[in-house]
C-alpha cells in the first residue's frame, strides 16, 4: 500500500543562475535546451500541479511563503537553460515544502550519467551524528584521512554550511532524514552546487589530535572502487536480501528482505507468492527448532508494499492488525491519469491497489479528500511464532518498513530495537506523478495522509522501545546485529 520508496532524498529562499551546476561541457549528449518561455510554462505547470495533486503542499510551508519563492523563482527565468538547470531549479522549489515524497528525481539520474561519462566527484561519504560530521568512508585515496575523522570545514567554510546548502537540493521532512540520505548522495549534492570541481580543502580532526587542512582530488568511479577495495571490510548490508537462520540460545534470525517481489525478472512487483513461500518456509523451520525469540532485521530496507508484510506479521501477531489508523487521499486529475498510466502498463487483477484507486476515483471530484479502507489483517491459524519478537530498524529502514515498525510496537506484537527512523510513521505518502509538458521532467507528488496506527500524528519516525546506537564505522562483524541478539537472549 506505500509502494516502493528509493532513497531516495531544501531550506532555500532564494535561486539563482550561480548556483546551478555548470556541468553540461562533461555530457558527451547534449542536452535538450529551454526557452524562457519553455521553462516558464514548465514552472507555472509544476506549481499549479503541486497545488492541485499534493494532498497538503502547505502542511510545513505556509501558502504565503511558497507564494513569495514562487515569484522570486519566476523573476529569475530570464534565459534560455540547459534541461539539467531547469531539473535542479524546480526540484529545489517541490524541496522547498519539505515534504519527502514531493520530488523530482532527475538529479540523481544526472549525475549518475556524468560520472559513468568519466566524470570526478568528491570522494568522501559522510555520516551526521548529532552536530557533527564524520568521514564514514575515505575513497580518495589519500591516507591522510581515515574512517571516523570529523570533518569541521570544506573549502574553508565550516561543513554546517554545507551541509545546509546541499540540503535545499534534496526533499526531507526533516534534517534528521537530510541527514540520512546525505550519506550516499553528498558527492552528488555538491556537484550539483558547484559542478566539477578538480579537487576539495577538507579540514579534518581526529580524537586526540589538532585540526589539518587536506587537499583531496576528486576521484572517478573506477579509482574510488579500487581505494576501497584496499581498505578492512566495514559492514554492508544488502536491503534485498532474504536471510533465515538459528542463532545461538533458541534465537532465530529473520531478514524478510524488500516488501515486494525482487525477482528482476518479474513482471508485476506486487506478486507476492515467492515471499510468502519463503516467509512460511522460514517460521515453520524456526518452530522446529524450538525457536524461542525471534529477530527480524528491516535495516537498510528500501520497504514495499503491506501485502508482503502483512504475511511476516500474522505469523506472530495475537490481534488484528491494520498498518495504517486513517489512509486519506487527495483527489486530482494528476492522480487519476497516474493511476490510469499503471494500469495500462500492468493490468493486474481487479483486486489490486490500482484498480481500488479507479474504483474509488470514479465516483469522487478532483479536489476532494476521500477515506481509503485499510482492511484489518488477522492471525494467521495455528501454528503460530509465541515467542518474543525484536524488530531491528535504523536510519535507513525506509517506506513501508517504517508502517512495520509502528504496526508491532502500536499494537504490542513485539519489541522495536535498533535506531529511530528517519522517515516518517505517519506521512504524506502514496506516491503518483506528472509530467511537465515542455521539458518532460517526472514530478513526484504525495496523493495521502497516513496516519500510524496509534494515531500519533507527530511528524517523527519510530522511536525504538530498546535503543542500539549504529556505531560510526561498523566492521563485519555486525556489531548492532551481536546486540540484538544478546537482547533477544537474555530478555525472555
Same mark, same amino acid.
Given at each position: ?84 538547470? *531547469? =531539473? ?8 522547498? !515544502?519539505?515534504?519527502?515524497? $514531493? @520530488?523530482?528525481?532527475? #538529479? ?119 581505494? *576501497? =577495495? ?8 544488502? !536491503?534485498?536480501?532474504?536471510? $533465515? @537462520?538459528?542463532?545461538? #540460545? ?119 479528500? *476521500? ?122
Amino acid at each position: 500500500m506505500f509502494g516502493i520508496k528509493k532513497p531516495l532524498w531544501f531550506f532555500c529562499l532564494l535561486f539563482s543562475a550561480a548556483m546551478l551546476a555548470p556541468d553540461v561541457q562533461a555530457r558527451k549528449v547534449k542536452e535538450k535546451t529551454l526557452s524562457v518561455s519553455q521553462t516558464r510554462a514548465d514552472f507555472e505547470q509544476l506549481y499549479g500541479s503541486l497545488q492541485e495533486a499534493h494532498f497538503n503542499l502547505f502542511a510545513r510551508i505556509s501558502k504565503p511563503e511558497y507564494d513569495r519563492l514562487y515569484r522570486q523563482v519566476l523573476g529569475t527565468l530570464t534565459a534560455p537553460a540547459a534541461a539539467s538547470q *531547469v =531539473a535542479l531549479r524546480f526540484q529545489r522549489f517541490a524541496a522547498f !515544502g519539505k515534504v519527502a515524497h $514531493a @520530488r523530482i528525481d532527475a #538529479n540523481y539520474r544526472n549525475f549518475a550519467q556524468f560520472m559513468a561519462g568519466g566524470g570526478k566527484a568528491f570522494p568522501l561519504l559522510i555520516r551526521v551524528i548529532g552536530s557533527k560530521t564524520y568521514v564514514a568512508e575515505n575513497r580518495s585515496g589519500i591516507n591522510a584521512i581515515a574512517r571516523g575523522d570529523e570533518i569541521t570545514k570544506l573549502n574553508g567554510r565550516p561543513i554546517e554550511y554545507w551541509l545546509s546548502r546541499c540540503g535545499r537540493n534534496l526533499s526531507a521532512d526533516t534534517p534528521y532524514m537530510a541527514h540520512a540520505l546525505m550519506e550516499l548522495d553528498f558527492p552528488m549534492l555538491l556537484w550539483l552546487e558547484l559542478g566539477p570541481q578538480p579537487r576539495f580543502n577538507v579540514t579534518v580532526r581526529r580524537a586526540g589530535s589538532s585540526a589539518r587542512t587536506i587537499a583531496l582530488p576528486a576521484r572517478g568511479e573506477t579509482d574510488m572502487k579500487a581505494f *576501497v =577495495a584496499k581498505q578492512s571490510p566495514v559492514l554492508r548490508l544488502d !536491503g534485498t536480501q532474504r536471510v $533465515a @537462520r538459528m542463532m545461538e #540460545n533458541g534465537v532465530a534470525y529473520l531478514r524478510p528482505g524488500a516488501f515486494y517481489n525482487t525477482d528482476p525478472n518479474a513482471k508485476d512487483e506486487y506478486d507476492n507468492t515467492a515471499f510468502r513461500l519463503f516467509v512460511d518456509s522460514s517460521f515453520r523451520k524456526f518452530l522446529a527448532a524450538g525457536a524461542t525469540s525471534l529477530v527480524i532485521d528491516i535495516r537498510d530496507n528500501p520497504g514495499g508494499d503491506s501485502s508482503f508484510s502483512d504475511l511476516m506479521l500474522a505469523w506472530f501477531a495475537d490481534k488484528p492488525f491494520r498498518f495504517a489508523s486513517s489512509f486519506q487521499i487527495k483527489v486530482s486529475k494528476e492522480a487519476i491519469a497516474s493511476n490510469d498510466e499503471r494500469l495500462k502498463a500492468a493490468p493486474g487483477n481487479e483486486h489490486d491497489v490500482s484498480h481500488q484507486y479507479a474504483a474509488l476515483y470514479a465516483s469522487a471530484r478532483p479536489g476532494g479528500i *476521500v477515506p481509503f479502507p485499510v482492511d484489518w489483517s488477522k492471525p494467521r491459524a495455528e501454528p503460530r511464532f509465541k515467542g518474543n519478537v525484536y524488530l531491528l530498524v535504523n536510519r535507513n529502514s525506509y517506506s513501508n518498513c517504517v508502517a512495520v515498525a509502528a504496526t508491532v510496537q502500536d499494537y504490542s506484537l513485539g519489541t522495536v530495537i535498533g535506531e529511530e527512523t528517519s522517515d516518517l510513521a505517519t506521512t504524506y505518502g502514496a506516491m503518483e506523478s506528472f509530467t511537465l509538458r515542455e521539458s518532460g521532467l517526472k514530478v513526484g507528488f504525495p496523493k495521502a495522509y497516513i496516519v500510524r496506527p496509534s494515531g500519533d500524528q507527530r511528524p517523527r519516525g519510530v522511536v525504538p522501545d530498546i535503543a542500539i546506537p549504529t556505531p560510526l564505522v561498523e566492521d563485519a562483524t555486525d556489531p548492532v546485529l551481536q546486540q540484538a541478539v544478546s537482547i533477544a537472549a537474555t530478555r525472555k
